[in-house]
């Protein structure tokens, strides 16, 4: 039997994926220390492989095969755009995909104006303004802390992950319009799908079950 290899995204949705992969009978104690600087886990027994990476390069590994299975937010799957299949809902990580800024700004976005928007998913704003409000926009990637933008005059608004709202709260910013809801996903890569369709599809089952 091969290793089946699973790329996590790291940090909250990992641990959270972890507690649920536990409800399955899959462990791997080694993974749960937060201070090793480890980056592959081996259950020998089950015959599994972990791996944490950066969420925005899970899909990577997953559409070339290095890892059979991914775990990691719809947020990242939209911006993506990988070759590979969208299994399970896990139902954790739970955001919502939203316009925001200052209250101002919602005047801004009724009119149609050319307006600026900063956000760590250029795709999904792109996509938002240009093919569902038809609103042509100057979109400016950042790579984090987006909410700064409106704050110091970078943009008008943001696209960005609202879960608590609490970010926006603290910076006077607010939700102006809302795109989609996300959480996390099961994703598999085409040809384990096919070559792994056993054992794959037995997980998704299990998946289902303790979801
Ligand atoms: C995300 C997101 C918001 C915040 C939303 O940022 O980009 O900034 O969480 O959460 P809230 O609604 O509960 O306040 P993250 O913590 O991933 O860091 P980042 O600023 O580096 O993107």
Same mark, same amino acid.
């Given at each position: 039997?091969?290793?089946? !290899? *699973?790329?996590? $995204?790291k940090g909250r949705l990992a641990k959270k994926s972890l507690e649920i992969f536990e409800k399955l009978g899959i462990t791997c104690e080694e993974m749960k220390d937060e201070k &090793?600087?480890?980056?592959?886990?081996?259950?020998?027994?089950?015959? =599994?492989?972990?791996?944490? $990476?950066? $969420?925005?390069?899970? %899909? &990577?590994?997953?559409?070339?095969?290095?890892? +059979?299975?991914?775990?990691?937010? #719809?947020? !990242?799957?939209?911006?993506?755009?990988?070759?590979? *299949?969208?299994? @399970? +809902?896990?139902?954790?990580?739970?955001?919502?995909?939203?316009?925001?800024? /200052?209250? #101002?700004?919602?005047?801004?976005?009724?009119?149609?104006?050319?307006?600026? @928007?900063? #956000?760590?998913? /250029?795709?999904?704003?792109?996509?938002?303004?240009?093919?569902?409000?038809?609103? !042509?926009?100057?979109?400016?990637?950042?790579?984090? #802390?987006?909410?700064?933008? %409106? =704050?110091?005059?970078l943009s008008e608004v943001i696209v960005d992950i609202v879960e608590t709202g609490s970010t926006l709260r603290e910076n006077g910013l607010e939700v102006l319009e809302e795109i989609? %809801? =996300?959480?996390?996903?099961?994703?598999?890569?085409? @040809?384990?799908?096919?070559?792994?369709?056993?054992?794959?599809?037995?997980?998704?089952?299990?998946?289902?079950? @303790? =979801?």
């Amino acid at each position: 039997m091969r290793y089946l !290899t *699973f790329a996590l $995204a790291k940090g909250r949705l990992a641990k959270k994926s972890l507690e649920i992969f536990e409800k399955l009978g899959i462990t791997c104690e080694e993974m749960k220390d937060e201070k &090793t600087r480890k980056l592959i886990f081996v259950n020998e027994e089950l015959k =599994l492989k972990f791996f944490l $990476a950066k $969420a925005s390069d899970v %899909p &990577t590994y997953v559409e070339y095969g290095a890892a +059979d299975i991914g775990i990691v937010g #719809s947020d !990242t799957i939209i911006e993506e755009g990988r070759k590979l *299949f969208e299994v @399970v +809902d896990l139902g954790i990580g739970k955001c919502r995909m939203c316009v925001c800024g /200052p209250k #101002s700004a919602k005047e801004l976005l009724k009119h149609h104006e050319m307006i600026r @928007v900063a #956000s760590k998913y /250029p795709k999904i704003a792109k996509d938002y303004f240009y093919n569902k409000k038809h609103q !042509t926009v100057e979109i400016i990637k950042l790579n984090g #802390s987006v909410e700064l933008a %409106p =704050l110091v005059g970078l943009s008008e608004v943001i696209v960005d992950i609202v879960e608590t709202g609490s970010t926006l709260r603290e910076n006077g910013l607010e939700v102006l319009e809302e795109i989609c %809801p =996300l959480s996390a996903r099961m994703v598999v890569n085409q @040809v384990s799908m096919k070559m792994e369709n056993e054992r794959i599809m037995k997980l998704i089952k299990e998946l289902k079950e @303790v =979801l």
